[in-house]
């Protein structure tokens, strides 16, 4: 009877250890699912969206264009025979299974302070997703940067691996914000500008703008006339949050990101993110003065189009038409996401809070290219804000590249 009852007992807690090791597996495969969305994966692994994370989606860059890996565990063209060793190596030190040099369109310069323990996650979490057979196209490089070795000169250039680093002056809020922005967000890499060799800018430079897929990402620093300074913690949650705020709305390249992530995180962690990237300095602002055009075409272009969404003041409407009355994004040195947005329109990002997406209509068939410029020299001159003139050879350039 005795033994019957040990028996019954180790059947028992056998069974309790299993239930408990695949509710511990569960746990880590929905940690992995939440820090993929993080780093916002499936934006540069997923081409088709019936193949999520198979890659192959084109990347275009400075120096030609790079398909980006297959993360589903097929066993020849995905990661199916790749370990957790494998894929820390190449989160964090740019180097895939074989040992061969990545190139940094992967961001391993930012996760390179990605934990072990996360890598190992977001790891167990790709190995649960559907096999996709589907090879990667060789990187359309200009000779030589087509040889993967060359990038051990750029790596001693322009990175070196380490873990992240904690700040004891500062909250573990702040710290947490920290390592998402700087690790898995890899928010720099859009947002800062890049040097010759195409690394992110560090420094006075860093959060200050930069180019992104024919895009302006604006700055993140605290200027209040081309950076966030002017916005609250909670404007910032908000915008990433729901793709909206009072301040703006999300659009191009940001809209995906917001889908596709940050609107999946939770509260706590936008929180910590904003609490970093409100932390970041002010630079110091071009204080030299810029001469502007007679606005006269601009001003009737603007109130014909533009006024009856955007107010004849350019207040526009909260969360629903984008203010341009003190606009960071208008008023940016770089007037490139201003032009395109008149040429080509665009919707703003769909979320929980605001499942419909408000649409600007495209005016490239209606605007010719110095009305295009007139109208954007007039916003980003009038309603208080000061910007750079655009002019008709900025429009035309962009026109050609949008062809």
């Known amino acids: 009877m005795h033994a019957s009852l040990a028996v019954s007992a180790m059947l028992l807690a056998l069974t309790a250890c299993g239930a ?15 820090l993929a ?14 193949k999520p994370f198979a890659g192959n989606y084109s990347l275009g860059t400075p120096f030609g264009t790079i398909y980006t890996a297959n993360l589903t565990p097929d066993l020849e063209t995905g990661i199916g025979t790749w370990t957790e060793d494998d894929f820390y ?10 040992g061969n040099r990545l190139y940094p369109a992967f961001p391993y310069t930012h996760f390179t302070i990605v934990t ?25 490089f200009m000779w030589p940067l087509n040889w993967r070795f060359l990038m051990w000169g750029w790596n001693l250039l322009n990175f070196e691996p ?18 998402l922005v700087e690790g898995l967000g890899h928010c720099a890499m859009c947002h800062s500008p890049k040097t010759m060799l195409g690394a992110v800018e560090e420094g006075e430079e860093s959060f200050t703008g930069g180019d992104v897929e024919g895009w302006w990402a604006p700055s993140l620093t605290g200027n209040t006339r081309d950076g966030i300074g002017s916005w609250t913690k909670q404007q910032l949650v908000d915008f990433l949050k729901y793709g909206r705020n009072e301040k703006s709305a999300a659009f191009g390249p940001m809209a995906d990101v917001i889908e596709h992530s940050t609107r999946h995180l939770l509260l706590e962690d936008l929180a910590a993110v904003a609490t970093y990237i409100k932390d970041l300095p002010a630079r110091e602002e071009n204080g030299e003065t810029v001469e502007v055009p007679a606005q006269s075409v601009g001003a ?27 606009s960071a994004l208008v008023q940016s040195e770089n007037p490139t996401t201003v032009i395109r947005l008149i040429l080509e329109g665009a919707k703003t990002a769909v979320s929980d809070k605001y499942p419909t997406p408000h649409a600007m209509p495209s005016f490239a068939w209606k605007l010719n290219d110095a009305e295009v410029a007139a109208v954007a020299t007039y916003v980003r001159n009038s ?9 008709a050879e900025d429009v035309a350039e962009i026109r050609e590249a949008a062809r």
Request: hydrophobic residues 25%; aromatic residues 8%; glycine residues 10%.
């Open 20 to 34: 408990l090791a695949q509710d511990n597996e569960w746990n880590t495969i929905q940690r992995g699912l939440y």
């Open 37 to 50: 969305r993080a780093g916002d994966c499936t934006a540069c692994h997923t081409a088709d969206p019936k």
């Open 89 to 98: 190596r190449a989160m964090t030190k740019g180097r895939d299974k074989e």
């Open 116 to 140: 072990r323990e996360d890598s190992n996650a977001i790891f167990a979490y790709l190995k649960t997703l559907e096999p996709v057979s589907q090879r990667v196209q060789d990187p359309q």
């Open 162 to 179: 380490r873990g992240f680093s904690p700040d004891p002056q500062k909250s573990e809020e702040w710290n947490r914000g920290k390592y």
């Open 300 to 326: 009737e272009i603007y109130a014909a189009q533009c006024s009856a969404c955007h107010a004849p003041g350019g207040e526009g409407v909260p969360t629903m038409f984008g203010p341009l009355k003190g």
């Open 383 to 391: 309603f208080g804000n000061r910007a750079p003139p655009v002019s």
